[in-house]
């Protein structure tokens, strides 16, 4: 039914699964192959070489897995790390906590540095932490560079920096599930040595693939991880990757076509005009939130996400009924608030294939929305501060020049 009373397309903004381009839903619309055939290992190695670019990476082995992100976290675990491994994990929101309660059932020994939800990792616990582990028991640190329940992006960098000056050997795993390809990632510069996404994120592919990265050292590391796995054993890849198969179980052959259509358009659009785009997204957005009187559930600047805008809502509002009235009467999809900020906020997503005006036009929902349940906002007000914003700031469209 929901054709005849909801014309036009579903207004998706929560944080991923994201819009899918045309062209990429066009490239998967084909029969299933046969990947054993020529055909699919030679798209599979270019994909394979392609893929670096979207983490910066040049010494880095990428694995294409049939898997969502959780199972990326898993894959980067259990290949480098053993069991009772001691490893330092910061908890700040609802993904972090679910990557901890993984690494903590998977029997490591994790030692969680918690910060108040709306805030960043606590480098300076980290700091301690490492300049005390002079015998090195610290094997791994574990942060999730963009935080999706609370809009949070941790400076990346600073970590480095900090296993730097200690010259502290710990592996440093990164999960970019809301970052790669749409904030700026640079693995080899940060000396990450595991980095994974999602392919419903940025990339803006449907579900079902979890791309992981693994530095040489954390390829060294896998030779002596003992931790139990079989699905997501890198060496099993890397046996086909010697014989030039690639695959040691069946991929979806859409998926990998999907995939070569949205790095195309990508590297069309460029990775720098991508991260671009996204940090212009991203502002629009906290200008709207300012403009309506409500505040950002991230506390500081230097944590604003450019991915995902988690909005703080007054006490006798719940925000769940934001997201339901948003879906039931304006076809937009907004993003819940999650355990500890359930009720309290409600997240828009921006990321992935998205452009200004499809933006404008959430904010404009988010506003009516507003209106619906009670909250006393300017009509017009969020729409009017974030246009103004990018119309000083949207560039021509460079193939219309
Ligand atoms: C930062 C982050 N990490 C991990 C996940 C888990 O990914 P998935 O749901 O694909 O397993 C998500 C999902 O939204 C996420 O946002």
């Known amino acids: 039914m929901d054709r005849f009373f909801a014309p036009g397309p579903n207004h998706l903004f929560v944080p991923g699964p994201v819009n899918i381009p045309d062209h990429v839903i066009r490239a998967m619309n084909r029969n299933n192959e046969d990947y054993r055939a020529p055909p699919i290992p030679a798209l599979t190695k270019d994909l394979l070489e392609d893929v670096k670019k979207i983490f910066k990476t040049t010494t880095g082995t990428p694995f294409l897995i049939p898997t969502t992100g959780t199972g990326a976290w898993e894959s980067a675990l259990t ?26 059932r998977l029997r490591f020994n994790v030692d969680v540095v918690e910060s108040e939800w709306g805030q960043g990792a606590n480098l300076e616990i980290l700091a301690e932490k490492i ?77 079902g693939m979890g791309i992981v990265c693994a530095s040489p050292k954390a390829l060294e590391a896998s030779k002596s991880a003992q931790s139990v796995r079989f699905f997501f054993d890198w060496n099993d890849y890397l046996k086909f990757y010697k014989l030039g198969t690639f695959w040691p179980y069946t991929p979806s052959v ?36 300012e403009a309506w009187g409500l505040k950002n559930c991230t506390q500081r600047e230097e944590w604003f996400s450019d991915t995902v805008t988690a909005v703080v809502v007054p006490p006798y509002i719940d925000s769940t009924e934001i997201v339901k009235r948003a879906w039931k009467r304006y076809n937009l999809s907004l993003g819940l608030g999650l355990n500890k900020v359930a009720g309290k906020v409600f997240r828009i997503g921006h990321l992935g294939h998205l452009n200004d005006l499809q933006l404008l036009g959430c904010l404009a929902g988010v506003e009516m929305v507003l209106k619906d349940v009670g909250y006393p906002v300017k009509m017009g007000s969020g729409v009017a501060a974030a246009s103004s914003y990018l119309q000083n700031t949207i560039p021509l469209i460079p193939s219309r020049i």
Not at 79 to 104: E, H, M, Y
């Open 79 to 104: 290949n480098t790390l053993s069991p009772g491994d001691r490893i330092v994990s910061f908890l700040i929101g609802q993904f972090s906590l679910l990557w901890i309660d993984q690494q903590k």
């Open 131 to 207: 300049a005390a582990d002079r015998a090195h028991t610290i094997k791994a640190v574990c942060i999730v560079h963009n935080e999706t329940a609370t809009g949070v992006t941790n400076n990346l960098a600073a970590v480095r920096r900090i296993l730097d000056e200690y010259r502290h050997p710990a592996l440093y795993l990164v999960d970019g599930v809301s970052s790669i390809c749409a904030l700026d990632f640079r693995m080899d510069e940060w000396g990450v040595d595991v980095a994974l996404t999602g392919s419903q994120k940025a990339l803006s592919l449907p579900t």
């Open 254 to 289: 859409q998926l990998l076509h999907g995939m070569r259509a949205a790095l195309d358009i990508i590297f069309e659009e460029g990775l720098d005009h991508v991260i671009e785009r996204h940090s212009r997204l991203g502002k629009a957005t906290r200008l709207a939130v």
